[in-house]
């Protein structure tokens, strides 16, 4: 099964602020990559898919990219809509994978 | 406009078996692979299974095999997911997911099933 690493698992950032989050796959997947958001009683929302295209009516805050295995979603200044969990999961084989979660929260 | 309604919120004791439905509409149902996912409580997201609306076939995570069924029935546009020997560990919402793209990602989300399972 392919691993998705997720990193980190939380961070605690200022509205306005710039935010990385990580996710590194065990082995090479193409940009088999997608990036949702998560908020208590709700279901998912796709934010990123195929590692770097934004999904329709998603804001130009986010951005994903791709270096070898290793997968970023970028805010670039964070909302306060934004606080949330981003999940990444990998598609490109059967189990498909989510990684673990990051929780951004208010500082 | 593409809508994924789920079957209500169930309470199953241990042992038990749960069936939660995932009804499609606004699409052709036959079109798109729907899967199925869990998040327990304090934990992230599960990958189960999926099925194919167009010739049932079924792929589910090996955690599940054994214990999970995916049917759908093509009159009623409707998914199922049936989870037996539930303990308490399934506890989870659960949520069905429409894939599209050549590269699948999940579009179009049920609002999620909650399943309880407790003595």
């Known amino acids: 099964d392919i691993q998705m690493t997720q990193s980190p698992s939380s961070l605690s950032a200022f509205v306005g602020d710039r935010v990385t989050l990580t996710c590194r796959a065990s082995q090479s997947i193409a940009n088999y990559v997608n990036w949702y958001q998560l908020k208590p009683g709700t279901a998912p929302k796709l934010l990123i898919y195929a590692a770097s295209t934004l999904q329709s009516g998603v804001p130009s805050t986010f951005s994903g990219s791709r270096s070898g295995t290793e997968y970023t979603l970028t805010i670039t200044s964070l909302q306060p809509e934004d606080f949330a969990t981003y999940y990444c999961q990998q598609t490109y084989s059967a189990p498909f994978t989510f990684g673990g979660g990051t929780k951004v929260e208010i500082k | 406009q593409v809508h994924l309604v789920q079957s209500g919120a169930e309470v199953k004791k241990p042992g038990a078996s749960v069936k939660v439905s995932c009804k499609a509409s606004g699409y052709s149902f036959t079109s798109h692979y729907l899967h199925w996912v869990r998040q327990a409580p304090g934990r992230g997201l599960e990958w189960m299974g999926i099925?194919?609306?167009?010739?049932?076939?079924?792929l589910f995570a090996q955690m599940f095999r054994g214990r999970v069924t995916m049917t759908r029935d093509t009159s009623t546009t409707t998914v199922h997911m049936e989870l037996s020997s539930l303990t308490s560990e399934d506890t989870a919402v659960y949520f069905c997911a429409r894939v599209v793209g050549a590269i699948p990602y999940y579009d179009v989300w049920g609002q999620g099933t909650l399943v309880t399972v407790s003595s």
């Open positions: 099925v194919s609306p167009s010739d049932g076939s079924t």
